[in-house]
């Protein structure tokens, strides 16, 4: 696509649900990101996919929070049991190759009520 | 472990001033440096920066990278309203490092009419 696609836009999950996120990146990105950003507050690194190499997972808050992608297309962001702290926007990014020119998605709006 | 700093973390400026922000980092392998400026959701791309003492430019908006100092500065000439966002650094590493881009918390600009 001409962009990097995420969706749902929103969604509002009851605690304790599961919930999967998805992220279809830019064609030939090798390079995507995951990032969680809080109301007011920056943006926090979760995840980063580098082609075929395993991903850093350094970012993931806990392991409730886990990560797929497939070589380089779509990317599902899945967090179980949610919890109302992980209310926020969740931003996938992608770019053609490591530290270069990163596109992002227009997020999806997570409210755990 | 790679850290970004970013200063001020909010500024007010009244319509026609210029402003310098300020972005410092410690990354090991360090490639480039990039600026996004968040208004809503998505950040937007505004400059990559790799070599030091070459002034990128943009309209009102122009960026220099100082490796020397291990920091950035992105100035805003004339500002307008429209200036109002956040801004965001993030150097790259070329690998090595604990992730691809990894973002400072921005910058909180505010321009009064």
């Known amino acids: 696509g001409a962009g990097v696609s995420q969706s749902p836009s929103n969604k509002v999950t009851e605690k304790g649900k599961d919930v999967e996120l998805r992220c279809d990146p830019i064609s030939g990105h090798t390079a995507l990101y995951w990032y969680r950003q809080r109301l007011g507050q920056g943006l926090e690194f979760l995840i980063y996919?580098?082609?075929?190499?395993?991903?850093?997972k350094s970012g993931l808050p806990s392991d409730r929070f886990s990560a797929e992608r497939t070589g380089e297309s779509v990317s599902t962001l899945t967090i179980q049991r949610t919890q109302q702290e992980d209310s926020a926007v969740y931003l996938c990014?992608?770019?053609?190759?490591?530290?270069?020119?990163?596109?992002f998605g227009q997020g999806t709006r997570l409210t755990v009520v | 472990e790679d850290k970004v700093v970013q200063s001020p973390l909010s500024l007010v400026v009244h319509e026609g001033d210029t402003v310098t922000l300020n972005c410092s980092y410690e990354?090991?392998?360090?490639?480039?440096l990039l600026w996004y400026k968040q208004e809503k959701k998505a950040p937007t791309f505004l400059f990559m920066l790799?070599?030091?003492?070459i002034e990128k430019k943009s309209g009102r908006l122009s960026s220099i990278l100082d490796k020397k100092e291990l920091s950035s500065i992105l100035n805003i000439t004339a500002t307008q309203t429209g200036d109002s966002a956040i801004y965001l650094c993030?150097?790259?590493?070329?690998?090595?490092?604990?992730?691809?881009?990894?973002f400072g918390k921005g910058t909180h600009l505010i321009i009064q009419p």
């Open positions: 990014a992608s770019s053609l190759m490591r530290a270069s020119q990163a596109f």
């Open positions: 996919f580098q082609g075929n190499s395993a991903p850093d």
């Open positions: 990354v090991t392998n360090f490639r480039s």
């Open positions: 790799t070599s030091s003492g």
């Open positions: 993030a150097p790259g590493d070329s690998g090595g490092g604990a992730d691809g881009l990894t």
